[in-house]
């Protein structure tokens, strides 16, 4: 069983910056993709940031810039640095990993980001 646990969530004014990190642990085999989701209220889950199999990034445009993802495959964690941040970048944020022999996405329980106009 695969399990992704985020943190680093919070309260930061507009302008501001905050580094999430996400630890994976279990039997985690044949990584596609490792990224990032929101879900701000009442919207949908939005991706935000990829790193595919083979180390190349993605960003949804809205982030572009702004924000920086990063892996570490030997300690299983990857990161969301989080820089100018907005009031529309308020949302819970996911880490998700999608792997597997048979591909499975694997979602973590989610961290608080508000961000304060």
């Known amino acids: 069983q695969v399990q992704l646990v985020e943190s680093g969530g919070g309260l930061v004014q507009a302008g501001g910056s905050l580094r999430l990190p996400c630890a994976a642990s279990g039997s985690i085999v044949s990584i596609k993709a490792t990224g990032w989701a929101r879900q701000a209220p009442g919207k949908a889950r939005e991706w935000v940031a990829v790193v595919v199999d083979g180390g190349n990034i993605d960003y949804h445009n809205s982030v572009k810039g702004r924000f920086t993802i990063s892996r570490d495959t030997a300690k299983n964690t990857v990161h969301l640095q989080m820089n100018s941040l907005k009031p529309e970048d308020t949302a819970v944020y996911y880490c998700?990993?999608?792997?597997?022999?048979?591909?499975?996405?694997?979602w973590g329980q989610g961290t608080q980001v508000t961000v304060s106009s």
């Open positions: 998700y990993i999608l792997a597997g022999l048979i591909p499975q996405q694997y």
